[in-house]
């Protein structure tokens, strides 16, 4: 790719692009009759009144990649192939899951199972790894396509707070409630698809972890974990379907609750659980949150 870019910005594109990279602490300045000019390492984009975005440099390449197309453009040709790889072709499953780091709603993990005309299908509709997709509605309307690409050839494992929080009392540690998680998954798939060879998944743990915990039909697959597993593409269709259960479930919360409850474990995340807390007492995080994390001991010491 050239080392400078010519795209069509809407205003209000160029206004929420401005604000990303001043957040993250791009160079602001003004050149004639531009919105602004913005300079980073290797890089320098220029929104012009017109509407054109200009992206030069050594890094242009990065910038567009992983900021300008997933978190403006909500578009994501390069950063992926239309056309699968030799591996992605071959018969096998992907597992992900979404909530594992987020205090507020369920741990969600998905499996989906992949062949020749399925993973050619994925690719050419844009999937990608979900943490690249910063839009809610995308994410909605991706998952939305992988259900029928993907239709009899995948599975939705759900952990509601309640069913968490009781199954992490019994495992003790995170790393294996995520293997047993999995396992799950992979019986669920290789029930709806008995003659897939393989199963992949990003790395978070020893490997055994999950095989001890898979039953008669997951022992007989081959187990394997690699660290950014998502840039596979059944793995990549699991990362999303299980962002968007995710999703849909906080959404409910949120109604439940009658708050809006935020991602993550940040500051945004102890304001709405003192408003819970003082509103509904001690109780409420059960039915939707973690308990194990440590913003649910800190939100209790609070009122002590």
């Not at 205003?11 to 602490?25: F, N, P, V, Y």
């Not at 989906?112 to 005309?117: G, I, P, T």
Request: aromatic share 6%.
């Amino acid at each position: 790719m050239a080392n400078s870019m010519v795209y069509t910005l809407t205003a209000e594109q160029a206004a929420q692009l401005k604000d990303i990279l001043e957040r993250r602490g791009w160079e602001m300045s003004v050149v004639p009759y531009s919105i602004f000019k913005a300079s980073g390492e290797k890089v320098s984009v220029v929104a012009y009144e017109s509407g054109k975005l200009v992206v030069q440099g050594k890094n242009a390449q990065d910038f567009i990649e992983f900021t300008l197309e997933p978190e403006i453009l909500h578009t994501f040709g390069t950063l992926l192939p239309p056309e699968p790889s030799a591996e992605d072709l071959s018969p096998h499953g992907g597992i992900d899951e979404s909530g594992k780091g987020d205090f507020f709603g369920p741990l969600v993990i998905a499996g989906v199972c992949v062949d020749e005309k399925i993973a050619s299908a994925l690719r050419q509709i844009g999937v990608c790894d979900s943490k690249l997709v910063t839009s809610s509605k995308k994410i909605f309307a991706l998952a939305e396509e992988i259900r029928k690409a993907a239709e009899g050839h995948f599975n939705i494992v759900l952990l509601r707070p309640e069913t968490y929080n009781r199954l992490y009392n019994n495992i003790g540690n995170l790393n294996r409630l995520l293997a047993w998680g999995h396992a799950r998954t992979i019986e669920n798939l290789l029930d709806l698809v008995p003659d897939c060879p393989r199963m992949l998944s990003d790395k978070f743990g020893d490997e055994s972890l999950i095989r001890r915990a898979l039953m008669e039909k997951g022992r007989k697959i081959i187990l394997d974990q690699k660290v950014r597993a998502e840039s596979d593409v059944a793995v990549a269709a699991a990362s999303i379907l299980a962002r968007d259960y995710f999703l849909r479930q906080m959404n409910k919360l949120s109604e439940t609750l009658g708050v809006e409850l935020p991602r993550g474990g940040g500051p945004q995340v102890k304001i709405i659980g003192r408003q819970l807390l003082e509103k509904h007492g001690p109780g409420v995080f059960e039915s939707c949150s973690k308990l194990h994390f440590k913003t649910y001991t800190e939100l209790l010491n609070e009122t002590r």
